[in-house]
């Protein structure tokens, strides 16, 4: 398989121009910012509060502008003329996900700093959180890929909006419902589950089953994105 | 000379509906050829064949002598160039951005930007955003970004459908000019007159099947019938059958003055369209 980070480069970059013209990510993009904007006004937050809104930027700018990226090109019809170009396919999904993971990143990097979350160890959530959001670009593309419009996209991006945001609190109910203990190895409560124990001062050695489950979630989409990729390239 | 692309007994079908039967072809290397017919004849199932976008139900399609399949390869597709109906150009972006990512995937100098918008007469414009382009100025960009990368062979969905004549002729010398730096050029189109202008050989194609392959110039001299016809002074139109008798009455009119102009009456590609598959091409 060839790379060639010219051709990737070349995407990201009509990406980011294409995006900057684009009211509706730009919206997007704003509003988990307002939600970190206005759950800081309550004062000390919890891990579990802090990570609604990082979950939410993850899910609404990871995964939810990349659906969106993926499904107007397909929409438009300019996914086939990349399709038709020399770009491998892990050229393309590489340049149409740079731009969303280098924005997913920043929204939370400014939400982190407005709710004046610091974690015992950045390091260490730094790798979760950017491992969190391959998942989510990966998610995106998926769904992008198997809706037909911008709009559709809209719609079918919901339930997996709700789903990684606010899922992770099924797993309180699980003493009721068993079956909501299924919710313990969604990437988003993992996430959380690894900010507490980084809190009370876990290192890698601690916490490292918490990212290997990340990495299977990551594995799985990436894995399932690359094989509908594929199977978009035929009509 | 080498076929740049060869197709035996190619088929396609549609659920339980037949979109292309029995084709068979051959292009040699800086041939263009004009694959003519009406809407839904399975021109476009067959560019989409050609370029690695859809898999025949039977039959074989070589392209570079390999399987045409194998264009899926990134490296061979950098080969080809394709324009479809659909545009494809991203809205927001101005006409030399579009170009500029295409640049950046086929390894082009952006200098090679400024060529391309001469060949299809949008220098001047090049700044304007996609959005704001009449659907003639949106066709000549597509197009624009088809030669971008000087490809070896070029695929031509419909080129000149959305285009005045003035901007056609734009067209037509740039293709001239891929031509002669040896590009081969498939081209589909149901404008006749452009078939005879640009193609070395044309294939009808009416319901998948092709029914007539050739050079125009030949197809036409086929199926001419033998004779002329002669305008007079009186407005009248006399038609002469060639031989004896035709220029025995040819020569009478022409001492009494009162020829007008003389036509042959070969029938256009049009004509022999509709007479062998009693269909319009349009």
């Keep these: 398989m060839t790379f060639s980070l010219k051709r990737t480069l070349a995407i990201f970059q009509k990406d980011y121009k294409d995006v900057s013209k684009n009211m509706y990510v730009s919206f997007t993009v704003i509003v988990p910012l307002l939600m970190a904007f206005l759950y800081g006004m309550q004062g000390d937050m919890g891990v579990d509060m802090v990570y609604t809104v990082i979950n939410m930027s993850l899910s609404l700018v990871g995964a939810y502008i990349q659906c969106s990226l993926i499904a107007e090109e397909k929409e438009k019809n ?10 491998s396919t892990l050229e393309i999904l590489a340049g149409k996900s740079l731009l969303t993971f280098v924005t997913t990143i920043l929204v939370i990097v400014f939400s982190a700093m407005i709710i004046d979350y610091q974690p015992e160890n950045i390091v260490i959530v730094g790798v979760a959180i950017a491992l969190s959001t391959l998942f989510y670009i990966g998610l995106g593309t998926i769904l992008g890929l198997v809706t037909k419009s911008v709009m559709e996209a809209s ?38 589950e690894l900010a507490k124990e980084v809190q009370t001062g876990a290192g890698f050695g601690d916490i490292w089953s918490y990212l290997a489950v990340i990495c299977v979630w990551i594995a799985a989409v990436f894995i399932l994105s690359y094989v509908t990729f594929k199977k978009r390239m035929m009509d | 000379m080498e076929n740049i692309i060869e197709v035996q007994s190619l088929a396609k079908l549609f659920a ?45 399609a070589y392209v570079f002598g390999r399987p045409a399949h194998l264009l899926k390869d990134p490296a061979q597709r950098g080969r080809i160039g394709v324009l479809t109906d659909n545009s494809g150009l991203y809205e927001r972006l101005s006409i030399y951005d579009n170009l500029k990512l295409y640049c950046g995937l086929y390894n082009v100098p952006h200098s090679r930007i400024d060529e391309v918008l001469e060949m299809v007469n949008l220098k001047d414009e090049r ?82 099947k092709i029914q007539l392959i050739g050079p125009p110039k030949q197809l036409r001299k086929q199926y001419a019938d033998n004779t002329i016809s002669v305008e007079l002074d009186n407005g009248q139109i006399e038609v002469l059958e060639k031989g004896d008798k035709g220029a025995q009455r040819m020569y009478q009119l022409m001492s009494e003055n009162k020829v007008v102009s003389v036509n042959s009456n070969e029938p256009t590609l049009g004509d022999i369209f509709v007479e062998i598959t009693g269909r319009k091409l349009s």
Excluded: W
Excluded at chain 1, 78 to 87: C, F, H, I, N, Q
Excluded at chain 2, 25 to 37: H, N, R, V, Y
Excluded at chain 2, 42 to 52: D, Q
Excluded at chain 2, 178 to 201: P, Q, S, V
């Design chain 2, 16 to 60: 339980n509906q037949t979109a292309l039967e029995d084709v068979s072809f051959q292009i040699k290397k800086g041939e263009t050829f004009g694959f003519l017919g009406p809407s839904g004849s399975g021109k476009t199932t067959t560019i989409k064949i050609l370029t690695a976008q859809m898999a025949q139900t039977d039959g074989e």
């Design chain 2, 127 to 208: 700044k304007k955003v996609v959005s704001k382009l009449s659907k003639g100025m949106t066709q000549r960009v597509t197009l624009a970004r088809a030669f971008l990368h000087k490809p070896d062979l070029l695929f031509l969905d419909e080129p000149t459908s959305a285009l005045d004549p003035v901007n056609s002729r734009h067209i037509y010398r740039g293709l001239d000019q891929l031509k002669e730096n040896g590009t081969t050029i498939f081209l589909t189109t149901h404008d006749m007159n452009e078939a005879e202008l640009l193609c070395d050989r044309v294939a009808f194609l009416n319901k998948g």
């Design chain 1, 155 to 192: 719609v079918v991006i919901m339930p997996f909006f709700f789903l990684f945001t606010f899922g992770s609190y099924a797993t309180l109910l699980a003493e009721r419902f068993p079956v909501l203990k299924a919710a313990e190895y969604m990437p988003n409560t993992q996430l959380i």
């Design chain 1, 78 to 87: 300019t996914l086939r003329g990349l399709m038709l170009s020399p770009a």
